[in-house]
């Protein structure tokens, strides 16, 4: 049986249209009753750092709620939603729950918050790894009877996409975090995200992509309006088509690709079946991440470094002192100094995690000449070849 990815249009984050189009694209997907009647269920959502919900930075607290009630109405003898949020949070990740608005829903509905360090992590073995042999993953999500899968979709400065597969970086405690953020390349990193994605994959993906978030997610991008709420059983599916509705198919966005090719889903659009509106009619042109454009061409290849880069670069003037950027680097390159964090170039692996999670804006993007016209070319050509179809 093919894989199947409903699409429901919603406007808003009206709570009553939320929970109609949840609802129906999760019927369309799965007997919801079978799937958890009589069982615990985990709800994983995206709880990056504390944002509120209009920068779009973590899955809106509507479809949380939404999740609970369908969970409950199908008979769930439990409901809980968890996460862990970025490496500057990990000792106080209530911060997260309540400034995202999640920790009001789940007071008003009577359900349990979850942060993963609170019941811990156990290490686990990666059948036919990528990457990491081992990963250290939450005991909420490994010994959970149902796990829902509950994203946000946006672009991912480092990751190129986040969605689905992406969304089981939060299961993980932070050496498996700073293990995988220490592989340089953006296809080491995205194998070490199939084998943290592998070690427990979810029963049901429900996707928060009424406004998305485009160009410098997943933290500092602008949120854009899109509309839907997507639903699968197979979150490989779910993401190759979220890729479709914001024009990201011409990324071959790396980690979705290498888990179809691991048997974890279908990453072939042409072989999923949509349920919802045809593809061509939802689309939105979403902003691409600053790290979007493979490598570099050849003729450059020996001055790749000095003519071709995109590094983090502090805006001195903007950061306010507050660490977050030194708690979540995997591997120590930025000190605060007097006035400002300071980012050591020796040390730096450029992955950007620090851009994620600064609060401020303080850390953005360096770009040499040669990076910026390739990107506006990348960019033009793409546009182009989709414009002639
Ligand atoms: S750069 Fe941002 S995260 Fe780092 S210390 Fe400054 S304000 Fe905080
Ligand atoms: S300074 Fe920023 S980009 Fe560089 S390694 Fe640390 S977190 Fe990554």
């Not at 070690?199 to 928060?208: C, E, G, I, K, S």
């Not at 024009?247 to 889903?265: E, K, M, S």
Request: hydrophobic share 40%.
């Amino acid at each position: 049986m093919p894989a199947t990815v409903s699409i429901r249009r919603c406007a808003n984050y009206q709570s009553e249209a939320i929970q109609q189009a949840v609802g129906e694209a999760v019927a369309a997907v799965v007997d919801l009753r079978a799937l958890v009647e009589n069982k615990a269920v985990l709800i994983k959502v995206n709880l990056l750092f504390n944002a509120p919900p209009p920068r779009a930075v973590c899955t809106h607290p509507e479809v949380v709620r939404a999740l609970i009630r369908l969970a409950r109405e199908a008979g769930a003898a439990d409901v809980a939603v968890g996460d862990m949020p970025a490496m500057h949070l990990t000792d106080q990740p209530e911060i997260a729950f309540r400034e995202s608005g999640i920790e009001a829903v789940c007071r008003e509905e009577g359900v349990r918050m979850c942060p993963f360090s609170q019941n811990g992590y156990r290490e686990v073995p990666v059948p036919n790894s990528r990457q990491l042999p081992t990963v250290i993953a939450a005991k909420d999500v490994l010994d959970a009877p149902v796990v829902i899968n509950a994203p946000k979709l946006k672009s991912h400065t480092q990751a190129l996409y986040t969605g689905a597969i992406k969304n089981w970086f939060g299961v993980v405690a932070n050496a498996t975090r700073k293990a995988s953020h220490e592989l340089a390349g953006l296809e080491p990193y995205s194998g070490s995200l199939v084998d943290i994605f592998s070690v427990r994959p979810p029963d049901l993906t429900v996707m928060d992509a009424v406004v998305g978030m485009e160009g410098r997610g997943p933290s500092e991008g602008k949120p854009r309006h899109l509309g839907l709420i997507l639903a699968s059983r197979d979150a490989v599916a779910l993401d190759t088509v979220a890729l479709e509705c914001v024009d990201y198919t011409r990324l071959n966005v790396p980690h979705v690709r290498l888990a179809g090719q691991a048997g974890l889903g279908e990453a072939d659009l042409a072989r999923i079946a949509i349920d919802g509106p045809p593809l061509r009619e939802v689309t939105v042109s979403f902003a691409l991440p600053p790290k979007a454009f493979g490598q570099p061409p050849r003729f450059m290849i020996h001055f790749a470094f000095l003519l071709w880069h995109i590094r983090p670069k502090m805006h001195t003037d903007l950061c306010q002192r507050c660490g977050a950027c030194v708690r979540q680097c995997p591997v120590g390159a930025i000190e605060i100094g007097r006035k400002n964090a300071r980012i050591d170039r020796k040390k730096c692996i450029e992955c950007f995690c620090c851009h994620e999670v600064c609060p401020h804006n303080a850390i953005g993007e360096d770009m040499t000449v040669a990076y910026r016209i390739h990107r506006w070319f990348h960019q033009w050509h793409t546009d182009r070849r989709r414009l002639q179809g």
